[in-house]
């Protein structure tokens, strides 16, 4: 589904959100599902941590957000979605990555697939990294951004979905 086909719409007309496929979480002692975390608007932020633009807006961006928005009505998950340079991309190099980030938040690495693009990328249609998508407290889209999305409009659209009552 096209992002102007789902962005902004009033909270009855919205798609439900594809569930995430990861194959290892970190950050986390326990497996998360869209489900588990439905009453929480979700800011699920796709990354690689090789794409400078993860790395210079997006995930600096996710980080500020999971410090000014209450924990009880924003869940932040990143979803480490590697379709180029595997090899570089290993598990323990991502630890080493979130650790030297300082970015405590649960990331799931994204389920691999033979064609080489990953399981949670493909359901949500994704273009490549940094990708941010907002879930709202039902579990459906909101709105899915490709690049740098303005702070602003991100923290509007927050607010509005944490105050939103179905």
């Not at 970190?26 to 588990?36: K, R, V, Y």
């Not at 407290?137 to 607010?159: E, P, T």
Request: proline share 6%; charged share 20%.
């Amino acid at each position: 589904m096209a992002l102007e086909e789902y962005l902004m719409k009033p909270a009855s007309k919205r798609p439900a959100a594809p569930e995430i496929n990861v194959s290892t979480w970190l950050n986390t002692a326990e497996d998360i599902t869209l489900s588990s975390l439905k009453g929480r608007v979700i800011v699920l932020e796709a990354f690689q941590m090789l794409c400078p633009g993860c790395v210079a807006h997006g995930l600096p961006q996710v980080k500020a957000v999971r410090t000014l928005f209450p924990e009880e009505d924003v869940a932040v998950i990143g979803i480490h979605s590697v379709f180029e340079h595997h090899a570089a991309n290993s598990k323990e190099t991502l630890k080493a990555f979130l650790y030297e980030n300082q970015l405590s938040f649960p990331v799931g690495i994204d389920q691999p697939d033979d064609d080489g693009l990953p399981h949670t990328m493909k359901a949500y249609q994704m273009r490549g990294t940094p990708s941010l998508i907002l879930i709202d407290r039902d579990g459906c889209l909101n709105a899915h951004f490709f690049g740098h999305v303005s702070d602003m409009q991100l923290g509007a659209m927050i607010a509005s979905l944490i105050n939103e009552r179905g």
